[in-house]
């Protein structure tokens, strides 16, 4: 496994780095080889070839999952401790507001579950559509039609 890790480290470490900073870089690499140690599915996971080519798909997923994590996080503890944090703050109430409004006003009853997990939530169409008990077509049918209703809703045309 020690030669695993320094054979392959540089590679997981670029592929990550393309997504995410020092301190989460270091995180995901870390977790990626401790579960490789401790957890056999993993390992089972891996079906021949490239082990480095392996090694940096599952690595470029786990950042993309982290990253993902990371965006849909919002500190309340810390905002009282930036500075701007005042605006930031102020800036996060107008959009809900927004968001709020966009939602009551504008989007049919039927379209708000596609808004809240596509657009709030960001789950991927499959995902969303098992869960609304759509097809995954009828559910992109409805985000296309839902980016119309709110592009004209940010841009002030109309009213719905």
Not at 2 to 11: D, G, K, L, P, S
Not at 103 to 121: A, I, M, S, T
Request: with cysteine; glycine share 6%.
């Amino acid at each position: 496994m020690e030669a695993c890790y320094r054979e392959h480290f540089a590679t997981v470490e670029r592929a990550v780095g393309l997504i995410l900073g020092d301190a989460d870089r270091e995180t995901v690499i870390h977790e990626l080889f401790s579960q490789l140690l401790a957890l056999a599915e993993l390992r089972r996971s891996f079906e021949g070839g490239s082990l480095g080519a392996w090694l940096t798909t599952v690595a470029r997923h786990r950042a993309i999952d982290f990253a993902r994590r990371l965006g849909r996080e919002v500190s309340v503890g810390n905002a009282d401790s930036t500075s701007g944090s005042s605006e930031s703050w102020a800036d996060a109430v107008e959009a809900r507001l927004l968001i709020e409004r966009f939602r009551q006003d504008w989007l049919p009853p039927d379209w708000r579950g596609v808004f809240e997990l596509r657009f709030l939530q960001a789950l991927p169409q499959r995902e969303a559509a098992s869960r609304l008990s759509l097809h995954r077509t009828t559910l992109a049918y409805r985000e296309i039609r839902i980016r119309r209703l709110l592009r004209r809703f940010l841009l002030g045309k109309d009213e719905p």
